[in-house]
């Protein structure tokens, strides 16, 4: 069973710009849940998408926002890049959200400039 | 407040030695789950236990197992006879049954040969 994909791997914007980050889930899991890691805050949880439909969020300004596709995909969106948005983007898939085992993706290291 | 704290931000042990890693969390729901994920220096975060609240047994997986005290709010993982494999960050993880999910800080964990 493939894993968790995550696209890019690497990305370099300035600041103001957008950026769009793409994860692919695992094949059957109709949870994905997205979160930002950085070496201050630690790892905190951006939001969760289920059958398409955002079904938690967490404590981002709306510059951060998310979608899911019919079959499972999701992306995230950050609009008008800050200097604070530089952080490693971490997806990951579960059958029905956090409470069952996630699969996490490497991660999208996003550097702000 | 629901929070999870990791109050040992790194920690050290000789391989094949026993160490054992702190959570304490905080949360007003009597019905939630408790994970412990590992993060290796490769970065793809995996499951290394999960623990059902309204379970009062110990979770356990090969070396590692939990003890797991509902009425204080602990959660603490043993890793038995450590390898260098198990050298990762140790994140503590809440879910509630609406999917909220906390992460602790992290433990830095270091098997020294």
């Known amino acids: 069973k493939a894993g968790v994909t995550q696209t890019p791997r690497y990305l370099i914007k300035t600041r103001g710009q957008q950026v769009t980050l793409s994860c692919s889930p695992i094949s059957g899991h109709r949870s994905v849940s997205w979160y930002q890691q950085t070496p201050g805050q630690g790892l905190q949880f951006l939001f969760e998408y289920f059958s398409e439909t955002q079904r938690n969020k967490g404590n981002f300004p709306g510059r951060f926002s998310g979608r899911q596709f019919s079959n499972s995909r999701s992306e995230m969106n950050v609009s008008t890049l800050e200097l604070g948005d530089s952080a490693l983007y971490l997806c990951a898939s579960s059958l029905d959200g956090g409470r069952y085992e996630q699969y996490f993706g490497p991660g999208t290291r996003l550097t702000v400039t | 407040a629901q929070t999870v704290t990791q109050s040992q931000p790194e920690m050290s042990v000789q391989e094949a030695e026993t160490v054992t890693l702190s959570c304490t969390y905080d949360t007003s729901e009597n019905n939630y789950y408790l994970f412990w994920y590992k993060q290796p220096p490769s970065r793809q975060m995996i499951l290394v236990i999960r623990q059902e609240a309204y379970k009062q047994q110990n979770a356990t997986e090969n070396r590692f197992s939990v003890n797991f005290q509902k009425a204080a709010k602990s959660f603490s993982l043993k890793i038995s006879d450590s390898q260098l494999g198990d050298t990762a960050m140790y994140f503590c993880?809440?879910?509630?049954?609406?999917?909220?999910?906390?992460f602790g800080a992290g433990t830095r964990l270091t098997v020294k040969p």
């Open positions: 993880v809440l879910v509630h049954n609406n999917n909220d999910m906390r």
